[in-house]
């Protein structure tokens, strides 16, 4: 600034009315108290102002995590995998996660999401998703284990069950009634659809499940066919000797899932002094629906069942489009309309099983 132009402003400045000054120090002055006073609204509207301390924010503290994730049966390991996305997803209280069935379910649906939506490489997707469902499943083996069923008396009308007699033939049946001489049964058909009968004390293994999905098993005897009101009945004699089987690894979830399978034939040849196993798929596809699905396996409906034992290779689709698996026939039951074939799988990608997960606890 020129000494012309400052000499004229310290004129200025003498020569001016006192009270304009004033005036105008006071516009000036209002102006800069107006700015103020808009901005600490503004941050307060959104949030930006002094807040107090949320005590929800303080008790999310690793301790307090892990102390929750323990009592709803996690190791240390596993609570810092979900600790990791609980932070990831804003979450402020491990109350918010572990204080009912639902909410952790919920929290487990969204970390997923997350997975999905932000994971580096398709690769550390399904490894993060892996360790998500293993979770997952372990999670519903520990709320599935509910009171334990030691006596038929306890079992309620329309369990299905399955009977294998001791020469190891299978059917399927169902209860009807359950009274205290016997347990009264739809009696298994023939291919003429006429009553199997079975010998009066014959044997019998019987498996069923119940609706947490425990399976269990007891033996019993047969006692002969009766007339109930009109109706051809099995009788079974009570059982006080019911025993739970392994418990599944995997939850299953009903479903009517088209598919296709093709035949197997698995021939060991030897190659230079070692034995090398051939795969050979049949051409021809056959037609099925998945009534029940898990990453473990399934169950298949179908009117051309293969024989337990046997390898098929199985293509259908959960919503992502058509994918594949090898699996095993674990056990062929025959029913009024075609056969239900009970699979195990051989061999599986990690995708597959991850959008099998997902498709049974309805993540996706």
């Not at 001489?181 to 293994?205: C, M, N, R």
């Not at 006080?240 to 060991?268: G, I, M, T, W």
């Not at 075609?338 to 990690?350: D, T």
């Amino acid at each position: 600034m020129s000494d012309t132009i400052l000499l004229a402003q310290i004129a200025y400045w003498k020569e001016s009315d006192p009270r304009q000054t004033m005036i105008f120090f006071g516009v000036v002055g209002g102006l800069i108290v107006l700015g103020i006073l808009y901005s600490a609204l503004k941050n307060t509207a959104e949030g930006g102002g002094p807040k107090k301390e949320n005590r929800s924010t303080r008790t999310f503290t690793r301790g307090s995590f892990r102390r929750r994730a323990y009592e709803a049966g996690f190791s240390d390991t596993e609570s810092d995998f979900l600790e990791q996305y609980a932070r990831k997803l804003g979450t402020t209280n491990p109350a918010a996660i572990f204080s009912s069935r639902n909410q952790l379910d919920s929290f487990m649906r969204s970390a997923f999401k997350y997975i999905e939506r932000h994971a580096d490489t398709e690769e550390s997707a399904e490894e993060n998703k892996g360790k998500l469902f293993s979770l997952r499943e372990a999670l519903s083996m520990r709320l599935s284990s509910g009171t334990q069923i030691r006596s038929t008396r306890k079992l309620q009308a329309r369990t299905p069950l399955s009977m294998v007699t001791s020469r190891d033939a299978t059917y399927a049946s169902i209860l009807i009634t359950n009274e205290s001489k016997a347990l009264y049964v739809e009696p298994a058909l023939d291919a003429f659809g006429q009553p199997i009968k079975f010998p009066w004390l014959s044997k019998i293994t019987v498996y069923f499940y119940t609706g947490n999905h425990i399976g269990y098993s007891f033996k019993t005897r047969s006692g002969g066919m009766i007339n109930m009101d009109g109706r051809t009945l099995l009788a079974l004699y009570h059982s006080d000797k019911v025993a739970p089987l392994p418990s599944r690894r995997n939850q299953r979830r009903e479903s009517r899932l088209s598919c296709h399978f093709y035949l197997l034939h698995v021939r060991a040849v030897k190659d230079r002094g070692k034995i090398v196993k051939n795969i050979q798929v049949e051409k021809a596809a056959v037609a099925g629906i998945l009534i029940d699905l898990s990453a473990g396996g399934a169950s298949m409906q179908t009117m051309s069942p293969v024989k337990s034992g046997e390898f098929i290779k199985i293509e259908f689709d959960v919503g992502n489009g058509n994918r594949m698996a090898y699996a095993s026939v674990v056990r062929t039951n025959r029913l009024r309309n075609g056969a239900s074939m009970h699979l195990k799988f051989v061999k599986i990608s990690r995708k597959t099983v991850n959008e099998i997960l997902a498709y049974v606890y309805g993540y996706d």
